[in-house]
């Protein structure tokens, strides 16, 4: 074989995975297709400080601190809560993807750029990749799918996955912003269907802004419900002045598996995102870290089968699953409210003392244990929510 390991995809995913193999002794390739990591852009950028933590990445990658948040209802109400400590970092992305891929570089891994994969046939004691440029194949005893939200990689290897996600529109725009510590979002089921717009300011004059929708079938383009929130809010967005447009999907659902004998995925392609937010950054860096560990422990062995790489399964469940699959319900749930019922919940919570619930209880990385919280609190107020609704 001329490789131990191949990863295909210098995302934080591959990176964090490769890394961590390459130190442990291995001879590690990354074959990305792009020709400059972490470009182009797909990602909104906000993650939770833990996050710059566990990837060990400089500081210098954050270009702001978010202490607050304020949730817009479609019909104009309007929660605000601001902390003390910050709650979210908005990152420059392609700088956070660029120190992983140094990183792992530096651990040992050899990287390759403008390297396009298309195709993984199974051969004996591993697989033999064919890569677009002049037809040349390379052989790995350990194949790891890290390409991303429409991975190739689990579609060679036969495994499914349901077709949930988020699709989104984002924009990076120079707005006077007044608050540059909180993050705003936007809900409604006729301006985001399911999902929710954001702004996530970087500075006094520029923002990140975008929306989308998931689990529906849409009305509209994601860039028409761009278009939409920018018109419903012009208090906010009147002298907005687009600098560039970017969007993509989110897988949001489930894969039948995460390994095959020779092969594991992680990040997007092992669908390792979080159904609320659609964040992939710090579930894809659980799962290079899971899925590493799987790695060093079977190539020490010499063992890849399938039932010595279903750990990787055992592992990831142990440690994510009840946080993925509670926080999918709430997805699914919010599915049932009305624009006239968000509009309620955001008068309703809009109270010091659930502020203070949000406040303590907010995490962006596990954001399941306050919705289910606020959900909690919610359904036993529906007397006074439909009561309400009847009144107006
Ligand atoms: C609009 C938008 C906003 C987002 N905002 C946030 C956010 O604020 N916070 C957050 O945490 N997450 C966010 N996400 C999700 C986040 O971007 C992803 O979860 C994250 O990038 C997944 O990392 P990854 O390493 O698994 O895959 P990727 O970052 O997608 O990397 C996959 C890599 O594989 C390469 N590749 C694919 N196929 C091949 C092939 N055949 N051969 C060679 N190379 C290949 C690709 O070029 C790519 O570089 C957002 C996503 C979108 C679309």
């Not at 996600?165 to 269907?193: E, R, W």
Request: aromatic share 8%; glycine share 10%; net charge positive.
């Amino acid at each position: 074989m001329d490789w131990d390991v191949i990863v295909i995809g210098a995302g934080p995913a591959g990176c964090f995975t490769a890394k961590s193999i390459a130190l442990s002794g291995f001879k590690v390739l990354i074959l990305e297709e792009d020709q400059e990591i972490g470009f182009p852009v797909q990602c909104a950028g906000l993650i939770s400080p833990r996050v710059i933590e566990l990837a060990g990445v400089d500081n210098n990658t954050v270009l702001n601190k978010l202490k607050g948040i304020s949730v817009y209802s479609p019909q104009g109400a309007q929660f605000n809560v601001v902390g003390s400590k910050d709650l979210a970092l908005a990152i420059d992305r392609a700088k956070f993807d660029q120190e992983l891929a140094t990183k792992a570089e530096n651990g040992g891994a050899v990287l390759m750029k403008g390297v396009k994969v298309v195709g993984a046939t199974r051969i004996e004691g591993g697989f033999r990749l064919t890569v677009a440029e002049g037809s040349k194949t390379i052989s790995t005893k350990l194949l790891i799918g890290a390409d991303g939200a429409k991975s190739s990689v689990s579609k060679w290897l036969g495994l499914s996955r349901d077709n949930l996600k988020a699709v989104m529109h984002a924009v990076d725009v120079q707005l006077k912003c007044a608050d540059t510590s909180s993050i705003s979002i936007f809900m409604g089921q006729k301006l985001a269907p399911g999902w929710f717009g954001w702004m996530i300011p970087l500075d006094e004059k520029t923002c990140r802004v975008g929306t989308g929708y998931a689990l529906v079938k849409p009305a509209y383009s994601p860039r028409r419900y761009f278009q939409d929130l920018v018109d419903q809010f012009p208090q906010i967005f009147k002298d907005m002045k687009v600098i560039g447009h970017t969007g993509g999907i989110v897988p949001l659902g489930k894969i039948s598996r995460i390994y095959a004998a020779n092969a594991m995925l992680v990040g997007d392609a092992a669908c390792q995102t979080k159904p609320i937010s659609g964040g992939g950054i710090y579930m894809g860096l659980i799962g290079a870290i899971l899925c590493s560990r799987t790695a060093v422990e079977a190539l020490r062995e010499d063992n890849l089968t399938e039932a010595k790489l279903s750990s990787y399964q055992k592992y990831w469940e142990k440690e994510m699953e009840k946080e993925r699959v509670s926080a999918m319900k709430l997805r699914k749930s919010y599915l049932s409210f009305s624009d006239e019922d968000i509009d309620l919940v955001i008068r309703f919570l809009n109270k010091p003392k659930y502020q203070k619930l949000i406040l303590k209880y907010g995490d962006l990385d596990y954001p399941s244990y306050l919705g289910n919280k606020l959900l909690n609190l919610v359904l036993r107020k529906e007397s006074l929510i439909k009561a309400t609704i009847r009144i107006f």
